[in-house]
């Protein structure tokens, strides 16, 4: 029996569109960026651009592919795109071997605040904090209960 797997979008809803989220931090060695405080590994930046460029057209292929197997529940189809989308990540350095040649351990998926990058991550947390100094971002004051 398949189950149907949800999307994005009914996980969580609809990412909001923002400056903020557009353009995620990158680390100051430029070899992660980070999102929801988590590392991500960046791109291999030495890559050539036409070497690049391909293998993000068949990232996207590759996604637009899982996508669809997802909806038809075809799991062998589906089990081939989720191929198609690591190899295009491992081509272009995100996953696999590492991209850097200092031996520097891979701290791909770390919480930012658990690696050596905590302090500079602890400073953009700092520097995003709102201006008023409400710790609701948006959302309602509780209420006391009880009768009054």
Request: charged share 30%; net charge positive.
């Amino acid at each position: 029996m398949t189950t149907k797997r949800r999307s994005v979008a009914s996980r969580g809803g609809l990412r909001a569109a923002s400056a903020k989220a557009s353009t995620p931090p990158v680390t100051p060695d430029g070899r992660y960026i980070v999102v929801r405080g988590r590392l991500w590994r960046r791109s291999n930046p030495g890559l050539p651009e036409p070497r690049r460029l391909a293998l993000v057209e068949e990232l996207m292929e590759a996604r637009r592919a899982v996508r669809d197997a997802l909806k038809s529940e075809a799991d062998g189809a589906l089990a081939a795109a989720r191929r198609r989308v690591d190899a295009a990540k491992v081509g272009l350095g995100e996953r696999g071997p590492v991209w850097w040649t200092d031996g520097t351990a891979d701290l791909n998926r770390h919480m930012a605040r658990n690696t050596p990058y905590a302090d500079w991550f602890a400073g953009l947390e700092a520097a995003e904090e709102p201006a008023s100094g409400s710790e609701h971002r948006g959302r309602r004051a509780r209420r006391p209960s009880g009768g009054a």
